[in-house]
């Protein structure tokens, strides 16, 4: 079975899409089968995955609302390596039709449901807002991944998020937990982002990721040409970060299964 993550931050800017993106071509990387959801109508995640969003027949639109399944819809990233569920500006129209729709928060799970079997990790782009598909998201999901740029107001936004996850977990989705904070475009020369950082791992202490993933140039460009920063500069600072990451990340899961395993015999 495989796990889905919801990659979500209500703030925008902070890295959100540039770390589906990249997390999912370093995961696959490591030989894992990924499939990366493209859940945000601006479809940055598609363009950045080496889809063209402007020549989708299908997309996570028709698949959300039942017109398609999953398979249908889904198409595959060559030279990132993995699958995706591509979207573009029509998943505004979903946003609206969900609304009056039987099951609307359940509609992204449902669609889902059958790819678990295929694939070890199903990553969850979710547009920068808290609206219907970011609840989707939160409910088809086991864990949650949250990007946070070290900057001075990154605490406020992360309080307003967890209090979102809480009453997800109260109402909808029980098992749902905080896979990561994951600290982004990060500068190391800057002082308050710094203290920002002391203080989330003060805060949060093992939720926060140890990879932090750095300000880098080389990371921006890559989606102007369709690519991972893994396959645009291999050697760039972004690109080990982020393979760091997936592999932070695998080690995180594996050991939370294995914790979990031991507390059922123990039960």
């Known amino acids: 079975m495989s796990r889905i993550i919801a990659i979500t931050n209500q703030k925008g800017g902070v890295g959100k899409t540039t770390t589906s993106v990249n997390l999912a071509a370093s995961l696959a990387n490591f030989r894992m089968r990924v499939l990366l959801v493209d859940l945000d109508p601006q479809g940055n995640a598609t363009m950045g995955s080496g889809v063209d969003k402007h020549e989708l027949e299908l997309s996570t639109c028709e698949t959300i609302m039942g017109d398609c ?46 790819a678990r079997n295929e694939y070890d990790f199903i990553l969850i782009d979710c547009p ?35 209090r979102t996850i809480e009453q997800v977990q109260q109402h909808m989705n029980p098992d749902l937990k905080v896979d990561g904070i994951l600290r982004t475009m990060h500068d190391l020369r ?41 396959n645009y500069d291999r050697q760039s600072r972004g690109a080990v970060a ?24 123990n039960g």
């Open 69 to 114: 399944s999953f398979n249908e819809a889904r198409v595959h990233a060559e030279e990132a390596g993995f699958d995706v569920l591509p979207a573009n500006s029509d998943l505004t129209a979903a946003e609206v039709g969900l609304m009056n729709a039987t099951m609307k928060e359940k509609r992204l799970k449902l669609a889902l449901d059958p």
């Open 190 to 230: 800057n002082n308050l982002a710094n203290q920002v950082s002391s203080q989330l791992t003060a805060h949060f202490a093992d939720q926060v990721f140890k990879t932090i993933i750095p300000r880098n140039v080389r990371v921006a460009e890559a989606p102007s040409h369709g690519l991972p920063i893994i």
């Open 128 to 162: 920068p807002t808290l609206n219907m598909l970011t609840l989707n998201a939160l409910v088809a999901a086991d864990g949650v991944l949250i990007p946070i740029q070290t900057e001075y107001y990154a605490l406020e936004g992360l309080s307003a998020l967890l």
């Open 242 to 265: 982020y393979m760091a990451l997936a592999s932070e990340l695998m080690r995180k899961i594996k050991q939370a299964s294995q914790n979990n395993g031991i507390q059922q015999t």
